[in-house]
């Protein structure tokens, strides 16, 4: 188990929830235009760079209209957002929005190309987090950029075991619910993808340390919870890149084994 949360939060009091309409609404400057929305919490002293936090919503959020991933508080996503207002924790927050129910990494990549660009970004400090859909979109873009995250948060997804190898020791927590009745905790959807229990068990078998929740009872929707426990945003930020960072210039799909298509 990997040592958690040793950020010390300074603790300004009880701040006002992020709100919908608090979030700029921006398109990545290259080809593919993916839309994303975005906030800046405040707290950044003396030209520090900030960690960034990407959230990767579910397939039913899908679309361009740059507003239905936001659903829900981002799917509770805004938990993290409204911790690191209270602790005074200056962060860049990001939420783009896919289309055709798949994260391809390399819009992911996009996405936090643009942020780079657009924020003073800590490239050592680049997020990851998704639900459903999205948590498959997590680890697939971890596999295809093994060594340019910090950490992955992947919530009620499945992947394959392929590419497993070389994200073994980036660090994750993954959350799911034991009685899933979506995507099932052990087998995914029955097929080449196999649900975050058994993925988990592979990176562990494999000698990496993911930290894992699953609540007992839990169905799909547990992102609310998950989102909202206190040692989660602590932990995300007590996670460093150990290498050189990423430009996110090219894929390094060279560093991991390749990705099965997508349907």
């Given at each position: 188990?990997?040592?958690?949360?040793?950020?010390?939060?300074?603790?300004?009091?009880r701040?006002?929830a992020?709100?919908?309409a608090?979030l700029?609404?921006?398109?990545?400057?290259?080809v593919?235009?993916?839309?994303?929305?975005?906030v800046?919490?405040d707290g950044?002293?003396?030209?520090?760079?900030?960690?960034l936090?990407?959230?990767l919503?579910g397939?039913?959020?899908?679309?361009?209209d740059?507003?239905?991933?936001l659903?829900g508080r981002?799917?509770?996503?805004y938990e993290?957002v409204d911790a690191a207002?209270?602790?005074g924790i200056?962060?860049?927050?990001?939420?783009?929005?896919t289309?055709?129910?798949?994260?391809p990494?390399?819009?992911v990549?996009a996405v936090?190309?643009?942020a780079?660009?657009?924020?003073?970004?800590?490239?050592r400090r680049i997020y990851?987090?998704?639900?459903?859909d999205?948590?498959?979109?997590v680890?697939d873009?971890l596999?295809?950029?093994?060594r340019?995250f910090?950490?992955?948060?992947?919530?009620?997804g499945?992947t394959?075991?392929?590419g497993?190898?070389p994200i073994?020791d980036?660090?994750q927590w993954v959350?799911h619910g034991?009685?899933?009745?979506?995507?099932?905790?052990e087998?995914?959807?029955d097929g080449?993808m196999v649900?975050?229990?058994a993925?988990?068990r592979a990176?562990?078998?494999m000698g990496?340390q993911?930290?894992?929740t699953?609540y007992?009872?839990?169905?799909?929707?547990?992102w609310?919870?998950?989102?909202a426990e206190p040692?989660?945003l602590?932990w995300?930020?007590?996670q460093r890149?150990?290498?050189?960072p990423?430009?996110?210039?090219?894929?390094?799909?060279?560093?991991?084994e390749p990705?099965?298509?997508?349907?």
């Open positions: 188990m990997q040592a958690c949360c040793s950020l010390a939060f300074a603790g300004t009091g701040a006002a992020l709100d919908d608090e700029g609404k921006y398109w990545t400057a290259d593919a235009h993916v839309p994303y929305r975005a800046v919490t950044r002293r003396d030209g520090e760079k900030l960690p936090i990407v959230f919503h397939d039913w959020q899908d679309g361009t740059n507003e239905s991933q659903a981002g799917n509770g996503s993290l207002r209270e602790g200056p962060l860049v927050y990001v939420a783009p929005q289309t055709g129910a798949y994260w990494p390399a819009r990549a936090v190309r643009d780079l660009q657009r924020w003073p970004v800590d490239p990851l987090t998704g639900i459903s999205g948590a498959t979109g680890w873009a596999k295809a950029w093994p340019c910090a950490a992955g948060v992947p919530m009620s499945m394959e075991l392929a497993l190898g073994r980036v660090p959350f034991s009685d899933d009745d979506d995507t099932d905790v087998k995914g959807y080449a649900g975050s229990r993925v988990v990176l562990r078998a990496g993911p930290r894992y699953e007992a009872g839990g169905k799909h929707v547990i609310p919870q998950a989102y040692a989660l602590p995300i930020l007590d890149l150990r290498g050189a990423c430009d996110f210039a090219e894929p390094r799909m060279d560093e991991a990705l099965k298509s997508r349907p």
